[in-house]
T-cell receptor, first 115, second 113 residues
């Protein structure tokens, strides 16, 4: 158990809908990262937050957004869902910020299926 | 821009034999290098990292990795493979001082009994 929790575990929805994925980082970790893992794209970095502020952006679509709250939990919002958004979404956390050598601790993931 | 390559989609090895999973990287500054493992239906787990110092890094479950600056490589090794090592392995790189960690495409390791 990494200490990172994600809810829900599974999510099935329809095209055009909007969903919210939730992540609670390990106790004491200030950085939260979101990743998308699909069969054809591998593990894609989406976005990183540190102590409530966005710090790095990866291949995140405009239909997707995220935020980190004062209690450090984070939410990833996916809207206008398309079939191709079906994937495993991982949240990870780490202690540090830029230049930090800290490894990331991954949650169990949320499997999103868009029908 | 930083990047990481895992040239093999799959590595097959017999139990008891040594294994190597390859990784090469490109960064502009000093690299921070990581290996993670993913078992089916699980999140990634940290195995080991290189930040500075000794080029041979030891990690969890008997794995080690060798940092080679001239070849910009960070290959994962284990002297004697176990069937339970069968999983998906990811190499990752962070440009020291940067925010982003970039993951390779992953290498699937099959260890046959």
């Amino acid at each position: 158990d990494s200490g990172v929790t994600q809810t829900p575990k599974h999510l099935i929805t329809a095209t055009g809908q909007r969903v919210t994925l939730r992540c609670s980082p390990r106790s004491g970790d200030l950085s939260v990262y979101w990743y998308q893992q699909s069969l054809d794209q591998g593990l894609q970095f989406l976005i990183q937050y540190y102590n409530g502020e966005e710090r790095a952006k990866g291949n995140i679509l405009e239909r997707f957004s995220a935020q980190q709250f004062p209690d450090l939990h984070s939410e990833l919002n996916l809207s206008s869902l398309e079939l191709g958004d079906s994937a495993l979404y991982f949240c990870a956390s780490s202690v540090g910020l830029a230049g930090a050598s800290n490894e990331q601790f991954f949650g169990p993931g949320t499997r999103l299926t868009v029908l | 821009a930083q990047s990481v390559a895992q040239p093999e989609d799959q590595v097959n090895v017999a139990e008891g034999n040594p294994l190597t999973v390859k990784c090469t990287y490109s960064v502009s500054g000093n690299p921070y290098l990581f290996w993670y493992v993913q078992y089916p239906n699980r999140g990634l787990q940290f195995l080991l990292k290189y930040i500075t110092g000794d080029n041979l890094v030891k990690g969890s479950y008997g794995f080690e990795a060798e940092f080679n600056k001239s070849q910009t490589s960070f290959h994962l090794k284990k002297p004697s493979a176990l069937v339970s090592d069968s999983a998906l392995y990811f190499c990752a790189v962070r440009d020291g001082g940067g925010f982003k960690t970039i993951f390779g495409a992953g290498t699937r390791l099959f260890v046959k009994a």
